[in-house]
């Protein structure tokens, strides 16, 4: 940190998605000037986006909650955090005592992985009270991949990150890095540029995806296939590998199911697989042997179809296919890192399994389907929610059924809000508890940083104050745990420190006060790698590549009917696509700095399909589905494949004023209302995000 009276240059790194990039502040009278990319990080240099760049703007919005806020009369009035932690404490005590612990619910959302101590003690908290109704945003994320990594490893949070910079094959499935970066359980700083660099010196790079994303214009063969139909895609690549005789099994661990997985292909034909993915034959067989064939290589699957039908069968399918050639733990292929805290190796099901009350399903990472929550809060019987805590999360406007869940929030005796901003999913507050900036806050994020393709460590900076009074987000769960007489963490941890210490001392490789004393971050090792084989072996693990509970699911799907994978005349699948500038429906509250372009508000729709369907460029169409109807602008395009249409995914979400409730940016519409809440992957319990049927058509 460089420093006079008042102006000050301080280094920390990005806390909104997982590339942490490093920065360099400019700050000057307590004010931020200007955010930079830090040269001087070791790790992260090369990375940066518009997103980290004006990230004080958020800090600084006129609409930010700066206080606790309580609900009279309709309008939100400041109060102290005495009083709220009083009332709220009150609230919770009454409602356990008529209705049981049960009645009391959490949802975190996706920044609460970017905040250890606030996760922590909401989870503690939680677990102290003694509810079962957990609920999180890996139900409209990842949820895909825990069942398929539990299914086949025993590891629901294993993280396999891509060895990019010594790959000879990158096949990429629903999934487009050159926005939304090498990031998910994993991380690979400026990723994107280095599987260029790779492609330039001769590497193939495989795009599967229904829309030639940014990242499929850079590769040497875009696959387009029908929305949620990659599994047929997949299987298909396998089916040719074991019948041609193309697999590599790894050495040092047993692999179980090759059998069963080769029985199923033999049952199918590679015409009807690449009917029902609607890819032809021959390509199917070209990619099955390039990738067999080259000498390093991965496949990797994104949220793309994990937000579809059929998430699991295509996260189970591309980790069989590395392992049934051998890319696990290999040299450009994919890898786990043991640094510094390993926490897939640590431990199999975070929680023990339980099925929830309302439909029987059952949890994934200790917690239900976001998607079952309407129905818990407004389904009578003993267990119904009365009571939510919603932690950096805006699930009315990400996740599926936001009119179904707006409607059941309603219902609440009690909705607590922790949260930077009043939005949508917090209309219906009774509390509005302010949370910490990560330019406000100092943090040493040990579980994120172990997802490194390095072994690398980072502290966040406090840049500027946070707004005066303001706790951290943390001492909330604290302080009501002690008015309700609970004790957290068995009375072992109080301070979010002492966490990352123990969690870094069990490595025995960094300290805390390490990690503090270096300004830009600390490489403290080498990349090594084998160490997920080593671990298995050891304990005399096996792979299951062809698990019985998703060889009856990818069973049915192939009994399905190859035309009705293709919708009627008029119809549509609709899939999503991310902003730069924004994320998910966050960071609109920038005063505008987010841009808009025109496709924004745009349905973009295949030029053919549209001439078809008399719909011109710049026409207003309404987009219908079972849920809902939504207004949008019709774009043509020959970039997305026939029978699809792409809405942003996010954006119309509107923010509000948190005094008054009004809408203080609104642009667009809400996508995901036309998303139903009943309709799920039935082996992960995510909704169909991505591949939701619906009919377009020209207004008057
Ligand atoms: N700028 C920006 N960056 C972000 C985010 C953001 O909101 N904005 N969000 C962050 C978060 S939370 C996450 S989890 C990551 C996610 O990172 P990614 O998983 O890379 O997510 P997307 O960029 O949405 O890419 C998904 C792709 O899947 C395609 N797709 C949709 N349905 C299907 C299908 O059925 N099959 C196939 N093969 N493809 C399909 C879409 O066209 C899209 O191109 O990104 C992170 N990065
Ligand atoms: N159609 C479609 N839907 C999708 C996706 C898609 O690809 N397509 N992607 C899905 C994915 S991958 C994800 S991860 C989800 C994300 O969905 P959400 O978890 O709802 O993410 P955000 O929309 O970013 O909302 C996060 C909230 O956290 C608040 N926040 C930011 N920082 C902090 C903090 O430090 N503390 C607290 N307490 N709050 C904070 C923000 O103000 C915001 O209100 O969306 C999912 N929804
Ligand atoms: S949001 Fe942008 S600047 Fe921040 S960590 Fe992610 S890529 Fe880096
Ligand atoms: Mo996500």
């Given at each position: ?27 000057e ?10 040269k ?30 309580k ?6 009035v ?39 101590g ?19 945003v ?5 949820n ?10 025993g ?9 990019i ?6 096949l ?8 939304s970066?090498?990031?998910?359980g ?20 495989v ?19 029908l ?44 015409n ?27 496949a ?10 059929h ?38 099901h ?18 239900y ?8 809060i ?37 909705l ?58 943390w001492?909330?769960y ?49 990349r ?5 084989l080593?671990?298995?072996?050891k ?28 919708p ?23 005063s505008?700095?987010?841009g ?14 549209a ?21 949008a ?23 509000l ?14 996508r ?29």
């Open positions: 940190m460089t420093n006079d009276q008042s102006q000050r240059t301080v280094f920390t790194h990005c806390l909104i998605c997982e590339q942490l990039c490093g920065l360099e502040v400019a700050v009278d307590g004010v931020v000037k200007s955010i930079r990319p830090d001087q990080n070791p790790y992260t240099w090369r990375d940066f986006c518009v997103k980290g760049q004006r990230s004080h703007e958020v800090a600084s919005s006129p609409w930010r909650v700066r206080m606790p806020m609900r009279v009369d309709g309008r939100f400041e109060a102290s955090y005495e009083e709220a932690v009083s009332d709220i404490a009150a609230r919770l005590q009454a409602i356990i005592a008529r209705h049981g612990k049960d009645a009391v619910a959490g949802y975190l959302g996706n920044p609460m992985g970017f905040s250890s606030a996760a922590a003690w909401h989870f503690s908290f939680l677990g102290a009270l003694g509810t079962n109704q957990k609920y999180g890996q139900s409209i994320d990842s895909a991949k825990h069942v398929a990594c539990d299914a086949m490893f590891l629901e949070t294993l993280a396999l990150i891509p060895d910079d010594a790959t000879d094959y990158a990429l499935i629903g999934t487009n890095p050159a926005v970066k090498f990031n998910w994993g991380k690979v700083p400026n990723g994107w540029r280095r599987l260029k660099d790779r492609v330039h010196a001769g590497a193939e790079l795009v599967v995806d229904p829309r030639r994303t940014e990242s499929a214009a850079s590769a040497s063969r875009h696959v387009a296939p929305p949620e139909t990659d599994w047929a895609f997949l299987l298909g690549l396998i089916k040719v590998i074991l019948d041609e005789g193309l697999s590599r099994l790894p050495s040092e661990i047993a692999v179980t199911g090759r059998d069963a997985l080769y029985a199923i292909c033999e049952a199918t034909s590679l009807r697989l690449a009917a029902l993915c609607d890819i032809p034959v021959h390509e199917i067989t070209a990619v099955a042997r390039g990738f067999a064939a080259a000498p390093r290589g991965f990797f699957a994104g949220t793309g179809p994990a937000l579809g039908r998430g699991v069968l295509t996260h189970w399918l591309t980790l069989a296919l590395n392992v049934l050639t051998d890319r696990l733990d290999r040299p450009g292929g994919r890898f786990a890192p043991n640094w510094p805290y390993n926490m897939p190796m640590t431990k199999g975070s929680e023990p399994k339980r099925r929830s009350r309302v439909r029987g399903i059952e949890t994934v990472v200790g917690q389907s976001l998607s079952e929550l309407a129905d818990e407004l389904t009578p019987g003993q267990g119904q929610v009365r009571a939510l805590i919603v932690g950096g999360g805006n699930p009315v406007s990400t996740g599926a059924g936001g009119d179904h869940l707006a409607r059941a929030l309603g219902q609440l005796e009690l607590v809000s922790v949260d930077l901003f009043q939005r949508e999913s917090h209309r219906e507050a009774h509390w509005l508890i302010p949370a910490v900036h990560f330019l406000e806050r100092e943090e040493v994020h040990v579980a994120l940083h172990s997802m490194n393709d390095r072994p690398f460590i980072q502290s966040t900076r406090q840049v500027i104050e946070p707004p005066p009074g303001l706790r951290p987000e001492t909330f604290h302080d009501l745990a002690a008015a309700m007489g609970l004790e957290l963490f068995g009375g072992h941890i109080s301070h979010p420190d002492q966490m990352a210490a123990g969690m870094l001392a069990g490595s025995g490789k960094v300290t805390l006060e390490q990690v503090r004393a270096s300004e830009h971050g600390l490489i403290y090792g080498e090594t790698m084998g160490h997920f080593e671990y298995f072996g304990q005399d693990r096996s792979v299951d590549v062809c698990p019985e509970r998703l060889a009856g699911g990818l069973k049915a799907a192939l009994t399905g009917d190859v035309k009705t994978s293709l009627l005349p008029g119809h549509y699948r609709l899939i999503s696509r991310r902003r730069n500038g924004m994320m998910n429906s966050s960071l609109t509250e920038t505008g700095s987010v808009h372009d025109e496709t924004d508000d745009a349905v973009e729709i295949n030029r053919i399909d001439e078809q369907a008399g719909i011109a460029e710049g026409d207003w169409v309404e987009v219908r589905s079972d849920t809902s109807t939504i207004r602008c019709a774009t043509l395009s020959g970039d997305i494949r026939r029978s699809t249409v792409v809405l942003a995914q996010g954006w119309g979400s509107p923010l004023d948190p005094a008054t409730s009004a809408v203080a940016y609104l642009r667009g519409n809400e995901n209302k036309l998303v139903s809440d009943a309709d799920l992957d039935p082996l992960s319990a995510a909704p169909r995000l991505n591949g939701t049927l619906v009919a377009i058509s020209r207004i008057g």
